[in-house]
């Protein structure tokens, strides 16, 4: 008979790999256990108390480290996750290989969307806020003469998202944008110059 296998997948907190590795469960019943990413900064511990498994997971979407109190049969038999006790989402898996790679590989895809999202928010990750507030400034000046920011659709609704390094003007009619580049002293002499804006507009 072949030695039953269980495999752990987490995401590292440290370097953003996968991590994926196997234990058999005659050595989860036998000893602690630890998984260790690659880049030697975080490690998944498995210890049991005689009663419970406690599995110590870096977590790849917060960073801290959660403690998961799991019972016999749920960490050797079927498949299980556990959660991120900040975001409930979950950031370890446990289980047969497959469904573990498919879960982790999902994971991994969302916390890259996350920290994207996180990018794109936030005052404090502006290329540069000098010119952020410079460029918003020129557009509240721009927007408040008479048809100043317009769409090619005809409409004078629009919104704006404020991005890392460009402020997106968006028609609220047609949907269709327009991006100012808020990075360099270039992008603001370039808004400057404009006393009007006009959004492109869609399919006209
Ligand atoms: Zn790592
Ligand atoms: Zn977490
Ligand atoms: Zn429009």
New binding site residues.
Partial sequence: MSEEMRSFGYLCPECGRTVLAARSVFALEASNAEIECECGKSALRVTFDGAKYHAYVP?G????T?EAVVPPERMLTGATALG????KQF?CFVGPEGVVEKNLRELAVLAEKEKQQKESEGPEVFVDNVIMYEVLSELKDIAARDRGITCACGSGRYGMEIRRSAVDLVCRDCGAKLRIPAATDRDLDDLCCHMRLVIPGKGV
């Fill in positions: 977590c979407i917060c960073g801290e959660h991120c006790a900040r975001t950031c």
